[in-house]
């Protein structure tokens, strides 16, 4: 049964029409992702299935009794009423209280806030946050939900999917996050020139669907110039040809990918990232550092002791209020550290992405603000002109001629780090890069920072983005250490809900629970298994070189196995390549013993 039916609905914006003639329906239990470049529709779609927007023409019908709920981008709250009042309503205690549902979604989206705080007190993503909890603990048939993972970290994103996929409901979500829809989604809508493509799949899915639908279409038009020129031939000649339809191969999805080389050349872009970078880049030698100043505010750092090397891809993961963006100030020493001493490598040429946008002309054009920094710039083995870049990260045809001014917050973002990269920095810092960028852009990002060399610390709660740019994460878990994961963002989830963590409030002394549930604090120790600050540093040092030389062998086993695939057919060769890779693969197995080892003693 359809909960929701379009027929033929059309709807614009001032001259831009952003839905022609659409018609669709939503299913009882359907989980639909909607995808599209910022501003090409997504928001009005679900407004106008929602019933919030009334299109200029068609019909929308919602099936009798169905309970719609949606989280729109901006809600607007009586600033003079609290917490409890907008998210429980009319309530009582105990009925709320004991219900298990209602305090697992108050423990993790608001269990930070104080229920009787009022509305006008709270920060834009508090609000927010507010605003989903609501929504969360009714009873809907079809929940819609647009940009639900703003303000978010990546611990609570988990969470918001995994409650979504307990739940019954329908749902429709238009979210930038690709791991979020791979994780919730069974059907994705992509909003284009009006219409709204469908397609079965998440995200992942959906990307295979679009090339092949891509393929068949550039296939298409191969056929038809064929039989033009068959045409003509048959003008010239007389008798007319034959020509026999190509069946189509339902496996073309899989072989677009089949010979896609590694994202990025690992071995050449550390080659290239030491070589502009020499040995040091940064070394945190005792660093103890409180995010509001010294012995102000969490504890963020603890007497710790860390390397970043030349060609190190670090994602940064901690809760919110963790300290992740101080860790990134102290890098860009915009603050000091509490004691202790970072150490910066003289050839390091930074470029730091805050979350703050820095000011920007806003009477100067787009194209004038990037050429002002540099009118071309290498990256990698390719060189771009600032025209190129700018049209790569959204900024096409007359885009690149728009006045600062008149830019929007996600365009001033992309505006920001493009400025950056045209600096040919050897050091990236980019807190929450992602903020703003539809999925399109953030392909194009990627694919510019792969080829990027140099060192890179991230802090982004998008997992997607996260996973696919760096090479290995660093966790802040409240302990005043950082702590390498191996297992990457799902051990630090293991971690989380395990209790070997605790949050940024309990280490500075306050508890965070609500409807009793709380993490166990673990006080953090001066040192890791009584070894002196002297031996951690010495040891941590260790780590992080087997780390990288793990990452070398890593980049040299899947180069022999890719020469192996070329050489099938040469046995010589194929034998040599084989000793080599045995050879590879017993250096790999030593270095991860003793990495082992070294774990062990400083107790990680």
């Not at 996929?165 to 829809?181: C, G, I, M």
């Not at 917050?409 to 493009?418: A, I, P, S, V």
Request: net charge negative; glycine share 10%; hydrophobic share 40%.
């Amino acid at each position: 049964m359809n909960l929701v039916n379009l027929e033929a609905v059309s709807h614009a914006f001032g001259p831009k029409p952003l839905l022609q003639d659409v018609s669709l329906g939503i299913e009882a239990g359907e989980r639909i992702g909607v995808v599209g470049r910022n501003g090409g529709g997504k928001t009005t779609l679900i407004s106008v299935i929602a019933g919030t927007v009334q299109p200029d023409s068609g019909r929308v019908t919602h099936a009798r009794g169905t309970r719609i709920g949606l989280l729109a981008q901006h809600d607007e709250f009586d600033g003079a009423r609290a917490v409890r009042e907008i998210v429980l309503g009319d309530r009582a205690e105990h009925e709320w209280a004991g219900d298990q549902r209602v305090r697992d979604v108050l423990a993790n989206l608001i269990g930070d806030l104080d229920l009787d705080a009022r509305m006008g007190e709270l920060s834009g993503g508090e609000r927010r946050r507010a605003a989903l909890a609501r929504l969360l603990i009714d009873e809907h048939d079809l929940i819609m939900l647009d940009e639900p993972t703003n303000h978010l970290d990546i611990e609570a994103i988990a969470w918001l999917a995994a409650h979504l996929a307990s739940r019954k409901s329908a749902l429709v979500v238009v979210t930038h996050d690709r791991w979020f829809l791979d994780a919730v989604t069974t059907r994705t809508w992509e909003v284009v020139d009006g219409r709204v493509e469908r397609y079965e799949g998440g995200y992942a899915a959906y990307v295979l669907a679009k090339a092949e639908r891509a393929r068949i279409a550039q296939a298409a038009e191969e056929r038809r110039q064929n039989l033009m020129r068959k045409e003509i031939a048959w003008l010239r000649r007389g008798p007319p040809a034959r020509t026999s339809k190509p069946k189509f191969r339902i496996e073309a999805a899989q072989a677009l990918i089949a010979n896609e080389p590694p994202p990025r050349d690992t071995v050449e872009l550390m080659k290239f990232a030491s070589a502009r970078l020499g040995k040091t880049v940064y070394d945190l030698e005792d660093v103890t550092l409180h995010a509001g100043g010294p012995g102000a505010g969490p504890l963020v750092l603890d007497r710790c002791t860390w390397q970043f090397g030349p060609g190190d891809r670090i994602g940064l993961i901690g809760v919110n209020g963790s300290g992740k963006s101080s860790v990134l100030r102290l890098l860009a020493d915009q603050i000091k550290p509490d004691a202790g001493r970072v150490v910066r490598g003289r050839t390091v040429r930074l470029a730091y992405l805050s979350q703050e946008l820095a000011e920007l002309d806003p009477a100067r054009r787009v194209l004038e603000t990037v050429e002002e920094v540099r009118k071309y710039v290498r990256v990698g083995k390719k060189e771009w002109s600032a025209s190129q870049l700018l049209e790569r990260l959204g900024f096409k045809g007359e885009a690149q001629w728009k006045v600062v001014g008149d830019l929007s917050g996600g365009e001033r973002r992309r505006l920001q780090l493009l400025r950056l990269i045209m600096d040919e920095p050897n050091v990236l810092l980019l807190d929450e890069p992602t903020n703003d960028l539809d999925i399109e852009t953030l392909n194009e990002l990627e694919d510019l920072l792969d080829g990027w060399p140099g060192t890179l610390v991230l802090v982004s709660h998008d997992r997607y983005f996260l996973e696919r740019v760096t090479d290995r994460c660093v966790a802040l878990l409240g302990d005043g250490r950082l702590s390498m994961l191996p297992g990457g963002v799902e051990e630090y989830l293991r971690r989380r809900a395990s209790g070997t963590a605790v949050t940024a409030r309990q280490a500075g002394g306050e508890s965070s629970a609500v409807g009793g549930s709380s993490l166990a604090a673990e006080g953090p120790s001066p040192t890791a298994g009584g070894l002196s600050a002297k031996e951690e540093r010495e040891l941590r040092k260790e780590l992080n070189r087997l780390e990288r030389q793990l990452d070398r062998l890593a980049a040299q086993e899947a180069g022999l196995h890719e020469a192996m695939a070329q050489a099938a057919s040469d046995y010589e060769r194929l034998g040599a390549l084989d000793a080599e890779l045995r050879e590879v693969l017993a250096q790999k197995d030593a270095v991860e013993a003793e990495w082992l080892e070294v774990a062990e003693r400083l107790g990680e």
